[in-house]
C-alpha cells in the first residue's frame, strides 16, 4: 500500500523560503520507473505542477518556477524534499506531493496535501 | 508549454443523466493524457491514464476516449457521489500542465 504524506509550516512570510517533506512508504525511489512530484493548487484554483524527481535523480522543473525550487531525495529515509525561494502570498497554496510509477507513469497516489500561506 | 483547455467550466446534471467533459490541448499529447477527479478538501483521484484506460478500483461508468489534441471523459450514468471538479493533465511534453477543470454539480 502506497501512502505519502506532506510536512512543514503552514505559514511563511514574504522573502523566506519554505521548505517541505514528503514521506512516503510502500515503494523505493530507488526501483527504476519510480519518481515523486509536487504539485499544488492556489486557494479555488487549478492545479499546477512544480517538480518531479526520478529514481535515477534526474530532475524536472516547471519553467515557470525553475529558478526558484530544487527538489532533492533521501532514499534512505524515503522523503523527497522541495524548497521554494522569495515566497509571496500568491504562493499560498496547498502543497501536494504525488507518486508517479504505475498507471502509465502519472500521479496514482496523492498525499493529504498541506495548505501554506504566505503572509507578514 | 502545452496549454490544456477544459470545457465546460461548469456543468449541472441530474442522477442518472450522461456527462461528457472535453479536454483540448494546443499541439498533441498522443495518448498521454489522464483524468483526475477531486472532491472539496480532498487530494485528486486519478480516473483515467493513457486516455483511455480506468485506473485501480474506478467505476466502469467512467470512460475516456480521444488521442492527439482532443479528449473526452464521459460519466455514463451520474450518481450523486460524482459531484468534482475534473483535471485534465498531459505527460507528452515538459512542463507536465493540468487543465483548469471541469466543475460537475450534480442536482
Known amino acids: 500500500q502506497i501512502t505519502l504524506k506532506e510536512s512543514g509550516p503552514t505559514l511563511v512570510k514574504p522573502t523566506q523560503t519554505l521548505t517541505l517533506t514528503c514521506t512516503f512508504s510502500g515503494f523505493s525511489l530507488s526501483t527504476s520507473g519510480m519518481g515523486v512530484a509536487w504539485i499544488r493548487q492556489p486557494p479555488g484554483k487549478a492545479l499546477e505542477w512544480l517538480a518531479l524527481?526520478?529514481?535515477?535523480?534526474?530532475?524536472r522543473y516547471s519553467p515557470s518556477l525553475k529558478s526558484r525550487v530544487t527538489i532533492t531525495k533521501d532514499t534512505s529515509k524515503n522523503q523527497v524534499v522541495v524548497t521554494v525561494t522569495d515566497m509571496d502570498p500568491v504562493d499560498t497554496a496547498t502543497y501536494y506531493c504525488?507518486?508517479?510509477?504505475?498507471?502509465?507513469?502519472?500521479?496514482?497516489?496523492w498525499g493529504q496535501g498541506t495548505l501554506v500561506t504566505v503572509s507578514s | 508549454e502545452i496549454v490544456l483547455t477544459q470545457s465546460p467550466a461548469t456543468l449541472s446534471l441530474s442522477p442518472g443523466e450522461r456527462a461528457t467533459l472535453s479536454c483540448r490541448a494546443s499541439q498533441s499529447v498522443s495518448s498521454q493524457l489522464a483524468w483526475y477527479q477531486q472532491k472539496p478538501g480532498q487530494a485528486p483521484r486519478l480516473l483515467i491514464y493513457d486516455a483511455s484506460n480506468r485506473a485501480t478500483d474506478i467505476p466502469a461508468r467512467f470512460s475516456g476516449s480521444g488521442s492527439g489534441t482532443d479528449f473526452t471523459l464521459t460519466i455514463s450514468s451520474l450518481e450523486p457521489e460524482d459531484s468534482a471538479v475534473y483535471y485534465c493533465?498531459?505527460?507528452?511534453?515538459?512542463?507536465?500542465?493540468f487543465g483548469q477543470g471541469t466543475k460537475l454539480e450534480i442536482k
Open positions: 493533465q498531459q505527460r507528452n511534453n515538459w512542463p507536465l500542465t
Open positions: 504525488a507518486h508517479r510509477g504505475g498507471s502509465g507513469s502519472f500521479f496514482d497516489y
Open positions: 524527481i526520478f529514481w535515477d535523480d534526474d530532475k
